[in-house]
């Protein structure tokens, strides 16, 4: 695509419809926060010709206080409609999520609550470690362009400043245990046992979870899976020396036992970066376990605990996306079940 809907939504929302707002509601929009952000990989300069096969179009999010939404927000949305153009240098202004008037607008809030868990931004380490990472990227990514009382700027200032020490410590901590003892050893058991559908299964959250561990080396959030090694593309440290393990590892043709070693030297990279980091201590080489493997990231995990606060030992991170699919569950829920299955392109066959 040679220019991205961000940027053209971008000046549909400066030259149409911000000044039907100020015109029309100047209260409303001096509460409002405007700009792309959240789900979607145009939000994440991701957007590619297959991008377009659904909720594509125009698009402009809009963030309020809830109390606000609940009693403006509707109106809001049907006023804007008549004056809205059908499209907008070649995009249909209909044709994406908004409700057919580019614009979707949506309580802070309850915005914050079905991403991150919380209504607010974190001040505990309960806070940080209840927003499932993935989900914190819908709230710092995109662009704000208006946002007059600057509550939702000081919300992604705070998430876009990263996780305090102790709670990526915490992370790293149990991203080293999950990739550990219930992948590597996981996938060695599974082998020894001749069980590929587990030996699938584990290998592929480790490999996953090794990546993931990347990110939280460099400081920088991980995306939702399908961008995620698009982002590994550009960490500074850590893709060279993990990129040519991992693209062996995740080929088909590369056997359980190559995959298993490759899983083993993903461990080393990564704890060579935790000792050149500061993290964990210097350590001699530990070596392989004829049924256990190579538990190699267990011994940071631990390491790492040791250190910690002890009111952060028990926290346990939230590591899927929970809050979004409760949100998501109600919402199809609320739709007509053709509605539905056209959002899915879903159509019966002829």
């Not at 080293?176 to 699938?200: H, P, Q, V, W």
Request: with cysteine.
């Amino acid at each position: 695509m040679t220019e991205s809907i961000v940027s053209v939504s971008r000046q549909f929302f400066a030259e149409i419809l911000l000044p039907i707002l100020r015109r029309d509601f100047p209260a409303e929009t001096a509460a409002t926060a405007f700009g792309v952000f959240g789900y979607g990989s145009e939000v994440m300069g991701m957007d590619d010709e297959y991008s377009s096969d659904h909720h594509w179009g125009i698009r402009i999010n809009a963030v309020m206080p809830d109390a606000l939404y609940q009693g403006r927000g509707r109106t809001i949305a049907q006023a804007v409609l008549p004056h809205m153009p059908e499209s907008y240098q070649g995009y249909d202004v209909r044709a994406g999520f908004s409700g057919g008037t580019g614009l979707s607008i949506t309580g802070l809030e309850s915005y914050l609550k079905t991403t991150i868990g919380i209504d607010h931004a974190p001040v505990s380490y309960a806070n940080w470690l209840g927003a499932p990472e993935e989900d914190i990227i819908h709230i710092v990514n995109g662009e704000l362009w208006l946002d007059e009382t600057g509550r939702f700027t000081h919300i992604r200032t705070v998430l876009q400043g990263y996780y305090p020490e102790p709670v990526r410590r915490r992370r790293i901590a149990h991203w080293c245990r999950y990739f550990s003892g219930m992948g590597s050893y996981a996938l060695k058991r599974a082998i020894l046992r001749d069980n590929e559908y587990y030996a699938t299964i584990v290998f592929s959250r480790a490999v996953r979870w090794a990546v993931q561990l990347a990110f939280m080396l460099e400081r920088q959030y991980y995306p939702y899976d399908k961008w995620t090694y698009a982002f590994f593309r550009r960490l500074p440290r850590l893709y060279a020396p993990l990129a040519p393990l991992v693209d062996e590892a995740v080929r088909l043709a590369t056997p359980w036992e190559r995959k298993l070693e490759l899983l083993n030297r993903m461990a080393d990279v990564i704890d060579h970066f935790l000792v050149v980091d500061g993290i964990i201590r210097p350590h001699p080489r530990f070596a392989e376990h004829p049924s256990s493997g190579y538990r190699l990231l267990e011994h940071a995990y631990a390491e790492i605990l040791h250190d910690l606060p002890e009111d952060l030992r028990g926290l346990v991170p939230v590591w899927e996306q929970v809050h979004w699919e409760a949100n998501h569950s109600q919402f199809v829920a609320g739709l007509e079940l053709d509605a539905w299955d056209g959002m899915l392109n879903l159509r019966a066959e002829l």
